[in-house]
């Protein structure tokens, strides 16, 4: 079998196994935000606080399209909005009630994945996977960023 062979099967194996993760725990997960919103929130939870400016930066959207997005979810309580006391014209972007939930409930889908499916890996499976896995970020952060 070539390189781009298994590749593919790499990939197949992957895309399948997170579509079954997807569809058992979909129920759970489901939510009203759109893929460029969890993107987001996933941003925000990351930074923990972060301005408008850097999210577009992060997103390769304008400030704009960014406030757009922030305006909805804020709404909604998924994101909260303050001014920094040090700087007026700067506003922080914090997660809101909603957001907090979100990632609450994405903390027990990741528990419960292990608990069902990497747990039935062994330690030095375990290991290998995790060795492997953060190698590839690693090249492809080298060679993509």
């Known amino acids: 079998m070539n390189i781009y062979e298994q590749v593919k099967q790499i990939n197949e194996a992957d895309y399948a196994i997170n579509r079954l993760i997807f ?49 909805k979810m804020e709404k909604n309580q998924f994101i909260h ?6 700087n007026r014209r700067e506003v922080f972007i914090t997660l809101g009630i909603k957001g ?6 994405q903390e027990y889908v990741e528990r419960s994945v292990a608990d069902r499916l990497f747990s039935k890996l062994t330690v030095a499976e375990r290991n290998e996977l995790e060795r492997i896995t953060k190698k590839l970020k690693q090249i492809a952060a080298e060679e993509f960023i």
């Open 100 to 105: 907090e939930e979100y990632f609450e409930k």
């Open 23 to 71: 569809k058992h725990y979909e129920p759970y997960l489901a939510s009203s935000i759109t893929t460029q919103q969890a993107v987001l929130l996933d941003i925000v939870y990351s930074a923990n606080k972060i301005t408008v400016g850097e999210i577009a930066i992060e997103m390769n959207i304008s400030s704009s399209a960014v406030s757009q997005l922030i305006a």
């Open 81 to 86: 909005r303050a001014i920094n006391p040090d």
